[in-house]
């Protein structure tokens, strides 16, 4: 029996009327009329009864309706939170997102779009690159942001976001080093802080030294690039920092720029995806304002 036939039937019994009904359904009488004949031919019984005063319901059209009205009100219910996840009324998106990508690019996107859609909730896990590339393929989270290198796979998709570079600073002790320009070789005996092992960041520097032939062996880690930058203005070594979050610390004198004849790696901000998980409506809108040049 077609679904349709209950729902005629919801809304002849709701208002006991077969023209009501009609009116709300976009019908018309006889068709209804003909359905809910239909309708109980099928259930071999009598559901409703016509009066001068419209329609009432028989016994069994009570229990049936008693069903019915529950299941018709749930399936209302759902139309109404899809119509309010599509016009982001309403929704959750997951991100997981590394420190550095969540503060040179996510946070800017974030409140925009949080300004044009306060209803979405979002849900931020801050994470390492490999430490967010897992949650994305383990589904707890909805897509990542993070910085490269990168290590993926399909069905994970890697789009481009921002290109950054980072620059080597050091404290007010190492002004000497900073007043010049220096390689690699030369700072073989200074102390590094860096990121700890099973990053993305210090994956990229140990290739970086390794490409000139040297070890990279931090002598201090960091749990988070927030934590290199007062380390190094209190003199305990020498980091590569976002050059972006630097300016500031550096204009104001807290730490100073060091160059270095070697060029360091470029890198990019990336979004990565799970092609083969379907996405909500939210999500996707997010993801396009991330992709969005302003």
Not at 226 to 231: A, C, S, T
Request: charged content about 20%; glycine content about 6%.
């Amino acid at each position: 029996m077609t679904l349709d036939y209950y729902r005629i039937f919801y809304y002849v019994a709701q208002y006991q009327s077969f023209s009501k009904a009609a009116e709300i359904l976009g019908n018309n009488q006889p068709n209804l009329s003909r359905c809910m004949n239909l309708l109980e031919s099928e259930l071999g019984c009598k559901l409703l009864v016509r009066t001068n005063r419209g329609v009432s319901l028989t016994p069994e059209g009570e229990r049936l309706f008693s069903h019915v009205a529950i299941a018709n009100e749930q399936l209302m219910l759902g139309e109404q939170e899809i119509l309010k996840d599509k016009s982001l009324e309403s929704g959750l998106v997951t991100i997981g997102a590394s420190e550095t990508a969540l503060r040179l690019f996510l946070l800017n996107k974030l409140e925009l779009f949080h300004h044009n859609y306060p209803h979405v909730r979002l849900q931020i896990s801050n994470h390492s690159t490999p430490q967010a590339i897992r949650a994305l393929s383990h589904g707890t989270v909805d897509f990542s942001v993070v910085t490269t290198p990168i290590d993926i796979k399909k069905p994970l998709h890697r789009t481009s976001l921002l290109s950054f570079r980072e620059i080597l600073i050091g404290g007010s002790s190492y002004a000497a080093i900073a007043s010049r320009m220096q390689s690699l070789h030369d700072l073989s005996e200074v102390p590094f802080i860096s990121l700890g092992a099973g990053t993305g960041t210090r994956e990229l520097y140990s290739q970086y030294f390794l490409s000139h032939h040297l070890v990279f062996s931090p002598d201090m880690e960091a749990s988070t690039t927030d934590q290199i930058l007062p380390m190094v203005a209190h003199n305990l070594g020498i980091g590569f920092y976002p050059e972006a979050l630097a300016s500031e610390p550096i204009a104001r004198g807290e730490v100073l720029p060091i160059r270095l004849v070697e060029p360091i790696p470029e890198r990019e901000i990336c979004l990565i995806r799970d092609t083969s998980r379907p996405e909500s409506i939210a999500a996707r809108k997010l993801m396009e304002y991330l992709q969005r040049d302003t």
